[in-house]
Antibody, heavy 117, light 109 residues
């Protein structure tokens, strides 16, 4: 059974940093590209990062570019999101999701991040 | 990239059919057959319902179908059931290696 389990969500002050983790199981992690998607309270979905199987290049929307970094450790079947210089508007549930054919076929349960002083 | 445009809400009665539209640009929906649709129930993670415009993942009911014309993609749900009541999001791969979601549509059955 495919499983994605996020962790690391927390309350963080504006300007602070946080690292989210996502542990994958039930499939060959090294064979799949991965994404992070977030959802602010009462709002829609927003794609925020993509990493291919090799991890050699990454993609971000302008809203997080330069502040967030996606990475992966294929030996640990793990995906990460390093969040720096966080803002109040980064408050959201963060999902990791597996990429297949440019769609997201499996999602984790989400990690809640609250940015507040 | 700007979000894809979806109607905020649609409604239908059990057994009826509804269609949700998703309008983008020739930089995303119009240029790639990489449109997907997701269903999200309250408090739950999204679930993939359609990929590559019209393909259904294993296990998804054939009451769900997708199509595309120009810069607009559509999700049609036939034979509406109470369990279909949820939020629906479209998503498209876009130029420059990015993904963009629609604002979401709340379906009331």
């Amino acid at each position: 059974e495919v499983q994605l389990v996020e962790s690391g969500g927390a309350l963080v002050q504006p300007g602070g940093s946080l690292r989210l983790s996502c542990v994958a199981s039930g499939f060959t992690f090294t064979s799949y590209s991965m994404n992070w998607v977030r959802q602010a309270p009462g709002k829609g979905l927003e794609w925020i990062s993509y990493i291919p199987t090799s991890g050699t290049r990454t993609w971000y929307p302008d809203s997080v570019k330069g502040r967030f970094t996606i990475s992966r450790d294929n030996a640990k079947n793990s995906l990460y999101l390093q969040m720096n210089s966080v803002r109040v508007e980064d408050t959201a549930v963060y999902y990791c999701a597996r990429d297949v054919n440019y769609s997201l076929d499996y999602w984790g349960q989400g990690a809640r991040v609250t940015v507040s002083s | 990239q700007s979000a894809l445009t979806q109607p905020a809400s649609v409604s239908g009665s059990p057994g009826q059919s509804i269609t949700i539209s998703c309008t983008g640009t020739n930089s995303d929906v119009g240029n790639y057959d990489r449109v997907s649709w997701y269903q999200q129930h309250p408090g739950k993670a999204p679930k993939l319902m359609i990929y590559e415009v019209s393909q259904r993942p294993s296990g998804v009911s054939d009451r769900f179908s997708g199509s595309k014309s120009g810069n607009t993609a559509s999700l049609t749900i036939s034979g509406l059931q109470a369990e279909d009541e949820a939020d629906y999001y479209c998503c498209s791969y876009g130029r420059g290696g990015s993904w963009v979601f629609g604002g979401g549509t709340t379906l009331t059955v």
